[in-house]
């Protein structure tokens, strides 16, 4: 069973910074894109970056040149890394990996953008 476990979120004030974290526990991770998603009060859960296994990084236009997704293998952790944040940043974060027959999900953590 793989779990995903998100931690990093807050209360942070706009133009600051948060990083998030997400622990993966599965032995395949180094063969794992790990995907960030956000889901904001009334609005659909959408996305915002990923991360290939070999390292490549992918991003939402709406978080492009703000937000950094990386990943450590020797720690099965993904991150997101959050600059400049927007009161329209505000939402609850997850992070999710999927296998060739379903994905999985984290708890997800809460990042608030106070303007």
């Known amino acids: 069973q793989v779990q995903l476990v998100e931690s990093g979120g807050g209360l942070v004030q706009a133009g600051g910074s948060l990083r998030l974290s997400c622990v993966v526990s599965?032995?395949?991770?180094?063969?794992?894109?790990v995907n960030w998603y956000r889901q904001a009060p009334g609005k659909r859960r959408e996305w915002v970056g990923s991360i290939s296994s070999s390292s490549t990084a992918y991003y939402a236009e709406s978080v492009k040149g703000r937000f950094t997704v990386s990943r450590d293998n020797a720690k099965k952790t993904a991150f997101l890394q959050m600059n400049s944040l927007k009161s329209e940043d505000t939402g609850v974060y997850y992070c999710?990996?999927?296998?060739?027959?379903?994905?999985?999900w984290g708890q997800g953590t809460q990042v608030t953008v106070s303007s």
């Open positions: 599965t032995s395949t991770f180094n063969n794992s894109g």
């Open positions: 999710n990996v999927r296998s060739p027959i379903r994905e999985y």
